[in-house]
């Protein structure tokens, strides 16, 4: 634990964060008070740049923290790297293809029917710095979908928040959670596969964090200054269809394109919602 740690103070004396959540019954309504105190922390601390929130956050530190990273065994041992496309994770994604790793990058907000990016080290054109950022991806990379897929080592993800226990919060778009659950459902991120957090020091609270069924635990949290491993595995089962309206499918591809192989003419994307009792056959 480095000697200059911060601590969020997001509940930091057992009070704060515990009436947020107490107060407001709605677990989508008490992760946005979480995330609002965490931006507004961070941007008045000065650990991440103005205009930071409501994103996830580009904390101080990215590239301490990416090297961090970079240093533990299970990532010199992992041949496979799922990142997301935000800024906060650029470091880790260049340290990916730099250490010699096959790195999928989500396609953002799933926007194509191959929802993912592959970034090959042995046959990069460009640079690793270039070739990781969105734009470099979008101009070199080939997509493609999970039955063109690795199995994945190691997921890094972008957090807002994320707690000791490994529970998270995204910006609240949701396609962390969708990019993992489509990922579990094709076998491809197992009980072997190690997510990942890296975050500012200021952005790990203390208290219990709302989860809902779709939601997925982090196993490790990497900050500028300590690693932390997480106490409680939690993911879920792959894709709870009983969480997604129509029209959420509708305007991501792979996911439509999912329900159809699944359900068959049965169910018009137009319409309701695929039942619940069907869902859960």
């Known amino acids: 634990m480095g000697a200059g740690r911060q601590r969020s103070p997001v509940g930091p004396h057992g009070s704060d964060l515990a009436i947020v959540v107490g107060r407001v019954g709605n677990i989508d309504q008490a992760k946005a008070a979480v995330r609002d105190q965490v931006w507004r922390l961070l941007e008045r601390e000065g650990a991440a740049p103005g205009g930071s929130y409501g994103k996830i956050p580009g904390f101080r530190g990215v590239e301490a923290t990416a090297e961090r990273l970079g240093e533990l065994d299970l990532w010199k041992q992992a041949r496979t790297i ?3 496309p935000d800024w906060a994770q650029l470091p880790a994604r260049v340290r990916a ?3 010699g790793k096959l790195l999928y990058m989500a396609v953002p907000r799933m926007a194509t029917l ?3 990016y592959l970034l090959d080290p042995a046959s990069l054109t460009v640079p690793p710095e270039q070739a990781a950022e969105k734009k470099g991806a979008a101009q070199i990379a080939r997509r493609v979908g999970v039955e063109d897929m690795r199995p ?3 997921v890094v993800c972008g957090s807002v928040a994320v707690n000791r226990s490994g529970a998270r919060i995204g910006k609240g778009a949701g396609y962390s959670d969708l990019e993992v659950a489509l990922l579990i459902e094709a076998g491809l991120v197992t009980d072997e596969t190690v997510i990942v957090a890296p ?8 208290e219990e964090i709302p989860v809902a069924e779709h939601d997925f635990n982090v196993d490790l949290i990497v900050t500028p200054d300590e690693v932390i491993r997480c106490s409680r595995r939690r993911r879920p089962r792959g894709l709870i269809w009983e969480d997604l309206s129509a029209e959420k499918v ?12 699944r359900f068959g003419n049965r169910h018009s994307l137009d319409s309701e919602s695929v039942s619940k009792r069907e869902l859960r056959q």
């Open 82 to 84: 799922k990142a997301n």
């Open 97 to 99: 293809l730099q250490d």
């Open 114 to 116: 191959q929802p993912f």
């Open 152 to 154: 994945i080592d190691i």
């Open 199 to 206: 975050v500012h020091q200021l952005q790990v609270v203390d």
């Open 250 to 261: 509708a305007e991501i591809p792979a996911l439509a394109d999912h329900t159809s192989k």
